[in-house]
Nanobody, 118 residues
Framework: QVQLVESGGGLVQAGGSLRLSCAAS????????MAWHRQAPGNARELVAT???????NYAGSVKGRFTISRGDVKNTVYLQMNSLQPEDTGVYYCNARDGSTRNNEYWGQGTQVTVSS
């Protein structure tokens, strides 16, 4: 059973930083694409950043220049370095991945809370 486990959320003051981590386990496949999404209370889930196995990266406009997504040396790990955090960055952050199987299966983590106080 494939699991994505996130860590690194917490409470931080505006202007501060947090680093989120996500590790996938239970699969023999490489995760072709790994991503971070977030959901604020009352809002739809939105894409924050994606990174492919080839290193192609995309960011939401609202986080560009402040957040950095990267893949770890350990297989199927991804990080999100978040700097200059603002209250509007508050939400539950979810790790997402698509594997390299013929089905291109998609997986989600359970989410980690990020709260930015003003």
């Amino acid at each position: 059973q494939v699991q994505l486990v996130e860590s690194g959320g917490g409470l931080v003051q505006a202007g501060g930083s947090l680093r989120l981590s996500c590790a996938a386990s239970g699969t023999i496949f490489d995760m072709n694409t790994m991503a971070w999404h977030r959901q604020a209370p009352g809002n739809a889930r939105e894409l924050v950043a994606t990174i492919t196995s080839g290193g192609r990266i995309n960011y939401a406009g609202s986080v560009k220049g402040r957040f950095t997504i990267s893949r770890g040396d350990v297989k199927n790990t991804v990080y999100l370095q978040m700097n200059s955090l603002q209250p509007e960055d508050t939400g539950v952050y979810y790790c997402n991945a698509r594997d390299g199987s013929t089905r291109n299966n998609e997986y989600w983590g359970q989410g980690t809370q990020v709260t930015v106080s003003s």
